[in-house]
T-cell receptor, first 111, second 114 residues
């Protein structure tokens, strides 16, 4: 069973706009991660946020975590065509021995 | 370059055939994982290993076996391939918990069972 669920399933925006993706999960976590996957490639780690953190930044990426609502969001500012990819959240499971991935959000950034 | 290498990249099998997928990492990671990715399903964990000589079942282990004889290698075996095992398989590795720094993924193996 999936722990995390991304929303929306697909998102299409114009270059320069901001993109926001959400992740909701069911049980308490210690860590939550976001990954990017370009078509036909493996996943690339973007950001890890711990349960005692509320916000983290990395370049144009901003991740928030609300443990009371069991949700996280990934914001990509000033999007570029190169940001076109699928984005996955992953939550820790089995006492941190592995992470469970959601089905992903497909982001299309149109030039 | 350091990373996770998967071989082969593509394979077509006939139903009932067997094969082994190889994953190798050179980052001295303790943990290694095998996931399968199907359209609309995200990644599902098949098996994982928390150290040399150890293996554990994930969410969808049936029809697969694994071995971790060396720390840097994690092998995934299909004993008798079925069409339902048509998928893209990803290997990943990471440092040990409770400080996961994120997984490093291989580029995937696209397997078709006919």
């Amino acid at each position: 069973s999936q722990q995390g669920e991304e929303d929306p399933q697909a998102l299409s925006i114009q270059e320069g706009e901001n993109a926001t993706m959400n992740c909701s999960y069911k049980t308490s976590i210690n860590n939550l991660q976001w990954y990017r996957q370009n078509s036909g490639r493996g996943l690339v780690h973007l950001i890890l946020i711990r349960s005692n953190e509320r916000e983290k930044h990395s370049g144009r990426l901003r991740v928030t975590l609300d443990t009371s609502k069991k949700s996280s969001s990934l914001l990509i500012t000033a999007s570029r065509a190169a940001d076109t990819a699928s984005y996955f959240c992953a939550t820790d499971a089995n006492y941190g021995q592995n992470f469970v991935f959601g089905p992903g959000t497909r982001l299309s950034v149109l030039p | 370059n350091a990373g996770v290498t998967q071989t082969p990249k593509f394979r077509v099998l006939k139903t009932g055939q067997s094969m082994t997928l190889l994953c190798a990492q050179d980052m001295n990671h303790e943990y290694m994982y095998w996931y399968r990715q199907d359209p609309g399903m995200g990644l599902r964990l098949i098996h994982y290993s928390v150290g040399e000589g150890t293996t554990a079942k994930g969410e969808v282990p049936d029809g697969y076996n694994v071995s971790r004889l060396k720390k840097q290698n994690f092998l995934l075996g299909l004993e008798s391939a079925a069409p339902s095992q048509t998928s893209v398989y990803f290997c990943a590795s990471s440092y040990f918990q409770p400080r996961p720094y994120g997984y490093t993924f291989g580029s995937g193996t696209r397997l078709t069972v006919v």
